[in-house]
């Protein structure tokens, strides 16, 4: 199949589609169409982010919804609320020639629109576990009509804590006249269990792991000791011009660790992670889109469903040992044929993942040699030189310069004038820095509550990286937001 002509989809979709820009066919989406579009049936897909998977679904559940009925046909479940907008907002679009839309039902936002949008007869609901079990609870939503639940990201649901609800959904929905559709990346014995409990003799697709990778990401790796990487980090955003993008960190913990040292070193950056509030993630996500944030540290999780375009960049801080976890992270750059790049910061214990990485995908990744500070310091010259030839009013400047200038300038060299200035300009490129500490085993962990990350149950936890301590010294917005002696500043 190389076009949606050939599917059996009705004029109003394919207009819809044809306007969204919709061309060829992705491969989950060749892979599935057919067997969702040909009738009932409990479905199995398992593809990465960013792989099409939301037509996959969307454009069979739009097909067979019926605009006069008005009750609820198909339910969405999405395992953040930036994912279920993301998700409602493409059935919409895809929807609105055959007057179907879809209504986002999630926490964080007022019950009275929501409850108004069900009352008047929504054909798709597409929510977050929780509020949607809100709903139920209060009756407004009901289910004994819908004809197709999907779980998207079914592995997310179930690692975030949401098991219970997706199963008291599942069983409020009528068995016997309904479908089931669950699209997860990965198939854990725990996914694989609601599916062999819930799901009758389903049909199933799996796009080739090959196939989750874009051919137009550059996948770039760094050698880097554990205490390094903050300053490597650095320096690699310093060598590019005009970077956007994602740096995922294993723990929350360290998200607000590396956020407050880069805040410190001037970066404008923020941080995403599981003990922000919805308010909060609102406002993140607003700047972040309005590039009044260029850089956005982030767990794995919090960063699901996230719809940001043209991002430049997917930094590994933490490298993950799981490759459907890595396909999800680099798939959020390279997005529409554009180009990206993935880098990954590897220590000597995690090396090996490489040759892991490289064998399961098929693919090459590119040893980097991290930018030195001469480096760093010619680039930035080199793009003052740019600003000093664009330079309009020196004559002026020149009329003011009084015999003191001039007798100062007739004892130098011209190549010392320059130096002067740009020394001036630029004092950061050329001040001496303190020496990079030596690689040093982790902080044994504190005798207090661990915090509530979220943990993937099969990644050890010898892999968790130690915290910034020796940042938090040193860095001046540390000190200036916690005032005080050493001891008096949070861990």
Known sequence: METFNELNIGEPLMRAIAEMGFVAPTEVQQQALPILLAGPTDFIGQAATGTGKTAAFGLPLLEQA????????????????????QVAGQITLMGKYKGVKALPIYGGAGYDAQIAGLNRGAAIVVGTPGRLIDMIDRGALKLADVKTVILDEADEMISMGFKEDLEKILKATPRHTGHIWLFSATMSKEVRRVADTYLRRPKQVQVNRVEMLSTTVEQIYYPARESDKPEVLCKLIESVDDFYGLVFCQTKALVMDLTLYMQGRGYKVDSLHGDKTQSDR????????????????????????????????????????????????????????????????????TRYLI????????????????????????????????AFHEQKHWPRAVELLGPDWK???????????????????APEIFEEREKEKPLHA??????????????????????????????????????????????????
């Not at 719809?307 to 459907?324: G, Q």
């Not at 098929?362 to 310091?377: A, C, N, Q, T, W």
């Not at 007798?407 to 001036?424: D, K, S």
């Open 355 to 386: 040759s892991k990485i490289e064998h399961m995908t098929k693919s090459r990744m590119k040893e980097g040699k991290i930018p030195s500070r001469k480096d760093l310091g010619a680039r930035k010259v080199l793009k003052i030189l740019g």
């Open 442 to 491: 982790p902080h044994p962990a504190p005798h207090h509550a661990p915090h509530s990350a979220p943990h993937h149950p099969a990644r050890p936890a010898a892999h968790h990286e130690p915290h910034l301590a020796f940042q938090k010294k040193k860095n001046p917005y540390w000190k200036k937001k916690y005032p005080g002696k050493p001891h008096d500043r949070p861990n």
């Open 282 to 349: 609102d406002r993140t996500m607003k700047a972040f889109r309005e590039k009044k944030v260029n850089i956005l540290v982030c767990t794995d999780v919090a960063s699901r469903g996230l719809d940001v375009k043209e991002l430049t960049h997917v930094v590994n801080y933490s490298i993950p040992r799981e490759l459907d976890v890595y396909v999800h992270r680099i798939g959020r750059t390279a997005r529409s044929g554009k180009a990206g790049i993935a880098i990954s910061l590897v220590t000597p214990t």
């Open 66 to 85: 019926d605009p006069a009925l008005k009750h609820v046909q198909g339910l969405i479940l999405c395992p953040t609320r930036e994912l279920a907008m």
């Open 407 to 425: 007798a100062v300038a007739a004892n130098l060299t011209p190549e010392e004038i320059i130096g002067r200035f740009l020394a001036m300009l």
